[in-house]
Nanobody, 127 residues
Framework: QLQLVESGGGLVQPGGSLRLSCTASFSLDYYAIGWFRQAPGKEREGVSFISNSDGTSSNYTDSVKGRFTISRDDGKNTVYLQMNSLKPKDTAIYYC????????????????????WGQGTQVTVST
């Protein structure tokens, strides 16, 4: 069974940091990976994207540029999202998902273009 498991979420004060992990039960070498988030009452939003191990590209939604960094360790079948300078508006459930690396990378923020999803991890930024 193909599984993705997110971890690393929690409660953090504004300005703090968290590192999310997305670990797969299968090899991630082939896949591009996206991180998404969904706050209550809002649509799922693309946060960041990294191409597969053959590529070097990454993307971020404007609101997290300069604060979040995506990386991958294919030897551990894991993708990370380092989140710094967190703000209350970053509060959401964060999900990772796999994507066919042959798809147009300009569409990385569209959830229907992703295949396998994790169950999500809660991130709460609050005093």
């Amino acid at each position: 069974q193909l599984q993705l498991v997110e971890s690393g979420g929690g409660l953090v004060q504004p300005g703090g940091s968290l590192r999310l992990s997305c670990t797969a039960s299968f090899s991630l070498d082939y896949y591009a990976i996206g991180w998404f988030r969904q706050a209550p009452g809002k649509e799922r939003e693309g946060v960041s994207f990294i191409s597969n191990s053959d590529g070097t590209s990454s993307n971020y939604t404007d609101s997290v540029k300069g604060r979040f960094t995506i990386s991958r360790d294919d030897g551990k079948n894991t993708v990370y999202l380092q989140m710094n300078s967190l703000k209350p508006k970053d509060t959401a459930i964060y999900y990772c998902a796999t994507r066919n690396p042959l798809l147009d990378e300009t569409t990385w923020g569209r959830p229907p273009t992703y295949d396998h999803w994790g169950q999500g991890t809660q991130v709460t930024v609050s005093t």
